[in-house]
């Protein structure tokens, strides 16, 4: 009797086993063939974000990512990615890249709306709609939830080839970064201070200067639930290339939303 006992035990953990490998054989490639599948679909709406100056060398001033919403003729951006001002005078305008590879298409391209407190803008581009992505519920997202983001980490050095990461939601915490002493208070963060305090998005994937404005998405269906805003830098801005924080930081869609509603139907 004991040993029937003995077998069945080995039995049905031998069965328990096989059923985990079999979990992760189904489940896990199950995850990235979906987010496989999303990469294809949202590629097509990343943008590059920057002003373009026919006179200048180079020409076209790449500045960061932004991404189709709306009607597929409005793009989505940080507010810190778009300039103040152009230089009116020797023709500089705002441009968005389109694209594929080294064959990218310029869009004429104006500010449509721009939130500075929350960081955002949107523009409104010349010609044929692009293909729009959707914008989700903000308030649903929970902590230890994956979602990715893309857009082009380095600029266009390598041609206009958008990148994705992956990224879970590590925390979502006051967009003020804490100061360990007074003597690392500077102005930017003394004016940050000054602000309403509002939440964002912390998250554990690596952004670098040039993924500002990327769309923040979920990995199955493509839903927009964030702006990639910022990187927590170690040392000096360098150290974003050289020696990345692993620290990012997402301005949620509601934000969006509301900026959105500001722009007047034509």
């Given at each position: ?104 298409e310029l869009r004429s391209a ?149 900026l959105l509603r500001r722009i007047?139907?034509?």
């Amino acid at each position: 009797m004991m040993r029937i006992r003995k077998a069945l035990l080995v039995l049905h953990i031998g069965s328990v086993q096989c059923l985990s490998v079999l979990a992760l054989m189904f489940v896990t490639p199950l995850w990235g063939s979906d987010l496989v599948k999303t990469i294809e679909r949202v590629k097509p709406s990343i943008v590059g974000v920057g002003t373009f100056q026919k006179t200048r060398s180079p020409a076209l001033n790449f500045l960061g990512t932004g991404f189709v919403l709306n009607d597929g003729l409005h793009v989505v951006t940080n507010a810190h990615v778009v300039p103040e001002g152009l230089d009116v005078a020797n023709h500089e305008s705002y441009t968005v890249i389109t694209g594929k590879g080294k064959q990218g298409e310029l869009r004429s391209a104006d500010i449509a709306a721009i939130d500075k407190e929350h960081d955002l803008a949107v523009l409104r581009i010349s010609g044929a709609a692009l293909p729009a992505m959707e914008l989700g519920d903000a308030r649903k997202v929970r902590e230890g939830q994956n979602l990715a983001f893309t857009g082009f980490p380095i600029g266009m050095v390598l041609g206009f080839y958008p990148v994705t990461h992956r990224a879970m939601v590590s925390s979502i915490t006051p967009i003020i970064l804490p100061a360990h002493n007074s003597r690392q208070l500077d102005a930017k963060m003394i004016n940050q201070l000054q602000k309403p305090v509002y939440a964002v998005f912390q998250l554990d994937g690596t952004a670098y200067p040039g993924n500002s404005g990327s769309p923040l998405y979920d990995p199955e269906s493509g839903v927009v639930y964030g702006v990639i805003n910022m990187v927590f830098v170690k040392g000096k801005k360098e150290a974003a290339l050289s020696n990345p924080s692993g620290i990012t930081y997402a301005i949620p869609a509601t934000y969006i939303q509301e900026l959105l509603r500001r722009i007047e139907p034509e």
